[in-house]
């Protein structure tokens, strides 16, 4: 992988070396996961788990968007630790196309899983929540390391839960703001590009032993 | 072939001597000091915090008010259970990150042993949580609560759930190992307790659903706890459930080959099939779970005690006649005496009308029940725990309101539902006189609503009466009234 980055350095990374780094990820794993975080949508919404008047009609949702980002958080662990750093210059532009990437797919069969089912806020909405809750994800890979990133996303979760409850307006709790709102897009976009930002940089931090 | 094909016997001889002796306790005492879980306890307490414990404090001072959020509804379970899934399965996955499952195979002791002390000292840093969490939530409580005591068998209940959800996760974690593993024990364990609670709340579930950890239906009302005792059958069957799946996932731990020598792994699967029959058991014995007056009863679990109404001395005051409540509900005595007076004084004397006002409890079975004027001499029988019951417990013009109403519907005879034309018009009047205006009436209980332009003209003619000829009247046709017959065009 780091072989071809160092023998063409002026070029960019060949397919080979994408396809190996995204194994090294796991990202076909994480592919996967993400299909089934929209199958899992699609069946709360045909049950009536979501929309309807109980508890959990409105957080169901933002929970299956913060296991994709969980996902997409946990992708970002290297098998390799620190030597992987000294390989070359493509590093954080392997680590942006996951991660980028993996949130493209996760918008995309969430909202496929959403199709036709009448989600409250849409696909608008999905696509607002996954990017903020994955840059949340990804910043807490770069503090707790990749295997342990989907606290973060899980910890918010649950704290929107009580938000979209209890009706606050902080637009930093985008999940309880209307789809449309910029307030809360803003918000999540400023999360996404920071979680972007400093995972591709320094990626997700490497325990000691490793 | 890796070191985990080698066969498992000589790894089923525990060394001996006194360091033999001692391992489990030293190995628990490593995997205590090594766990991840204590890193984590700072953010699950602070998610009791914010639901369960801030939710605790807000209520009327009842300890099945202030429990009913945290142990009715699960959401004890709710702060401690997708967190501790996920860290008990990063726990369990341990030897898979660390590369080392080939290692400690080849160690003495046997590789069940190993987990499951794992697994103890993750169940020990998070059930002591637990603990801790419910034991500072009900000593807050105890601050503000004035009788009886806190409900123990749905923290029982709580921990072996939160138990489960580790237990599950761990095995997961071990079994499953890959990056992914956490957290989908994690958010799996959370979806499932969203959709089990979406599950609890609808009234048309089955009685099966009654085995799910966050179902709080027909669990805790008002006057649970303060007229008769928490019925435990729920929660003894969510014991046996939970206690059955925690056997079941240690069980599945010890039956790969590589957990030890013949006989463990036989113990383990004997362990694995008494856990899947308790699980079965407790969801056959929910099928069977029934709501009662004083809740949900099962009957090959209810024990009779529990149905014994508790003993108390009533706190008794004046509005011109005695009224009674149970010393639990001792705070809002003032305001239900302010607010029976105005009512009181314009049916004193009246054949029929109340000589006394005592509390009943509320009962399950009349989610809103209604009061009743019964006896010889009529006594009013209010169910105070079915009303909206203020916080603060002074001064709420609400349930003053709904105070009165309960009486003068219970007066004029409209029983459960919201009475004939002429029992609504009398009602809206005596109301009306009482100090609740016409526009605050509709919706203070189910047995108000909006009164047809007819009843609304009748009730503002009676209204209008002077009070001597509204009482002589009453007098004269209150029997009539009560029964049902008299029409809106008799009406004065």
Request: charged share 10%.
């Amino acid at each position: 992988m780091t072989a071809v980055s160092t023998r063409q350095p002026g070029r960019l990374p060949a397919p080979r070396l994408l396809l190996l780094h995204m194994v090294s990820r796991r990202v076909p794993a994480a592919v996967a996961a993400l299909a089934a975080c929209g199958v899992v949508l699609r069946l709360a919404l045909h049950w009536g788990w979501i929309g309807g008047a109980g508890p959990g009609a409105e957080e169901l949702p933002v929970v299956i968007e913060a296991a994709a980002a969980a996902v997409i958080a946990v992708a970002t662990a290297s098998p390799f630790g620190e030597p992987e750093r000294a390989t070359g210059r493509w590093l954080p532009y392997l680590r942006l196309a996951d991660a980028l990437g993996l949130t493209l797919v996760a918008v995309g069969v969430l909202a496929a899983g959403a199709a036709a089912a009448g989600l409250p806020g849409g696909t608008l909405a999905i696509a607002r929540n996954v990017a903020g809750l994955a840059g949340l994800g990804l910043l807490s890979a770069a503090v707790l390391g990749g295997l342990l990133a989907w606290i973060g996303p899980m910890a918010y979760a649950i704290v929107a839960g009580y938000a979209i409850i209890e009706a606050w307006t902080t637009p930093w709790m985008w999940p309880a703001r209307p789809p449309h709102d910029w307030g809360g897009a803003l918000c999540a976009a400023l999360a996404f590009a920071a979680g972007l930002l400093v995972t591709s940089v320094r990626g997700a931090r490497t325990p000691a032993h490793e | 072939m890796t070191a985990a094909m080698v066969p498992a016997a000589p790894a089923a001889r525990r060394p001996r001597g006194r360091g033999g002796r001692a391992l489990p306790g030293r190995l628990l005492r490593l995997e205590l000091r090594h766990s991840i879980v204590p890193w984590l306890l700072p953010l699950i307490v602070a998610l009791f915090w914010f639901d369960s414990f801030r939710g605790s404090l807000g209520g009327p001072p009842l300890w099945s008010v202030r429990t009913f959020l945290s142990l009715g509804q699960g959401h004890d379970v709710i702060d401690f259970g997708p967190l501790v899934a996920g860290a008990a399965a990063w726990a369990g996955s341990r030897e898979f990150r660390s590369h080392t499952t080939d290692l400690v195979t080849v160690t003495p002791v046997p590789r069940w042993t190993a987990r499951l002390t794992a697994w103890a000292a993750t169940i020990c840093w998070i059930e002591a949580t637990f603990g801790a969490c419910i034991a500072l939530m009900y000593w807050a409580d105890a601050h503000q609560v004035t009788w009886g005591g806190p409900p123990l068998w749905p923290v029982a209940a709580g921990a072996a759930a939160v138990a489960a959800f580790t237990t599950l996760g761990f095995a997961l974690g071990a079994l499953l190992p890959s990056r992914f593993t956490a957290p989908l024990a994690a958010f799996g364990a959370f979806i499932a307790l969203i959709v089990s609670s979406h599950i609890g709340f609808d009234p048309r579930s089955s009685p099966y659903a009654q085995i799910l950890p966050v179902n709080g239906q027909g669990l805790i009302n008002y006057d649970t706890g303060v007229f008769y005792p928490f019925q435990p059958d729920v929660s003894f069957d969510r014991l046996i459930f939970t206690g059955g799946l925690i056997l079941a996932a240690l069980g599945v731990l010890g039956l790969p080959r590589n957990s030890g020598g013949r006989t463990l792994r036989r113990a383990a699967a004997a362990v694995t099939v008494a856990g899947l029959a308790a699980t079965g058991t407790a969801v056959g014995l929910a099928g069977t779970a029934r709501l009662e007056a004083h809740g949900i009863v099962i009957p090959a679990l209810h024990d009779a005690a529990s149905d014994r109404p508790i003993p108390y001395t009533p706190v008794c005051t004046s509005a011109g006649i005695p009224v009674c409540v149970h010393p639990a509900y001792r705070s809002y005595l003032p305001d239900v005496t302010a607010a029976l007076s105005p009512v009181l004084a314009q049916v004193g004397g009246l054949p029929g009308a109340p000589v006394r006002v005592t509390q009943v409890p509320s009962s399950y079975l009349e989610p809103q029940g209604a009061a009743s004027i019964t006896g010889s001499p009529p006594v009013l029988r209010l169910p105070l725990g079915d009303l909206g019951l203020p916080i603060p417990v002074s001064d709420d013009a609400i349930f003053k309101a709904q105070v009165r109403l309960v009486f003068v519907h219970a007066f004029v005879g409209a029983g459960q539902g919201v009475g004939g034309p002429a029992q609504q018009a009398v009602q809206t009047a005596l109301l009306t006189r009482a100090g609740v205006p016409l526009s605050a009436q509709p919706g203070l209980t189910i047995f108000s609503q909006t009164p047809a332009p007819a009843v609304r003209a009748a009730a503002g003619r009676f209204a209008a009466l002077p009070a001597a000829a509204r009482h002589a009247w009453l007098a004269a046709h209150l029997a009539a009234l009560r029964s049902g017959h008299l029409t809106l065009a008799q009406l004065p």
